[in-house]
T-cell receptor, first 114, second 114 residues
Framework: GAVVSQHPSWVICKSGTSVKIECRSL??????MFWYRQFPKQSLMLMAT?????????EQGVEKDKFLINHASLTLSTLTVTSAHPEDSSFYIC??????????FGQGTRLTVV | AQSVTQLDSQVPVFEEAPVELRCNYS??????LFWYVQYPNQGLQLLLK??????LVKGINGFEAEFNKSQTSFHLRKPSVHISDTAEYFC????????????FGAGTRLAVHP
């Protein structure tokens, strides 16, 4: 299966600053990746589908200008939380999309905005 | 579109007792079904998956699940739980085409007590 690495695993930032989270597919060329967010004690909610070489597809209610997704290569997708606020504090998880029957997840990034 | 309902938000159980975590899904197309486990501040680990064929699926750590198409259910079971099984469990569904875009249930917190 695909090995997916997310970085950083945790980050604390000041309100109003931007934070970039990286999702790397270490052994698989991923044309599609997915970004999820998870609030404490809640489920994973799909935020967007990241497509290599084209614009991301955002789920309803997700602000595309706030959560910038870049998928410039087959092994890297980045999620940038712009002008972060405390309500953006969450656990962000990426997964690699394959035509296999299993999704492969990163270990997640805990974002805390203070 | 698909949706997943996990009927129990929390399931307390004593060690070595059997457990069942319930999951129902809704979809207008054929689906794949998954159970994932999440330990605190970690990513997701696949327990098992149903793709086709036998409706009884065996996974890791002694878990199994049964796909029931008529009841649109995919309940997870384990005959004897351990303290180490304490975690959050997510049922998920995806379409059978595409790149593993998963829709998750709300999760069930399994708490195993000595």
């Amino acid at each position: 299966g695909a090995v997916v690495s997310q970085h950083p695993s945790w980050v604390i930032c000041k309100s109003g600053t931007s934070v970039k989270i990286e999702c790397r597919s270490l052994d698989f060329q991923a044309t599609t990746m997915f970004w999820y967010r998870q609030f404490p004690k809640q489920s994973l909610m799909l935020m967007a589908t990241s497509n290599e070489g084209s614009k991301a597809t955002y789920e309803q209610g997700v602000e595309k200008d706030k959560f910038l997704i870049n998928h410039a290569s087959l092994t890297l997708s980045t999620l940038t939380v712009t002008s972060a606020h405390p309500e953006d504090s969450s656990f962000y998880i990426c997964s690699v999309g394959t035509l296999n029957t299993e999704a492969f997840f990163g270990q997640g990034t805990r974002l805390t905005v203070v | 579109a698909q949706s997943v309902t996990q009927l129990d938000s929390q399931v307390p159980v004593f060690e070595e007792a059997p457990v069942e975590l319930r999951c129902n899904y809704s979809s207008s197309v054929s689906v794949y079904l998954f159970w994932y486990v999440q330990y605190p501040n970690q990513g997701l680990q696949l327990l098992l998956k149903y793709l086709s064929g036998s409706t009884l699926v065996k996974g890791i750590n002694g878990f199994e699940a049964e796909f029931n198409k008529s009841q649109t259910s995919f309940h997870l079971r384990k005959p004897s739980v351990h303290i180490s099984d304490t975690a959050e469990y997510f049922c998920a569904v995806s379409g059978t085409g595409g790149y593993n875009k998963l829709i998750f249930g709300a999760g069930t917190r399994l708490a195993v007590h000595p």
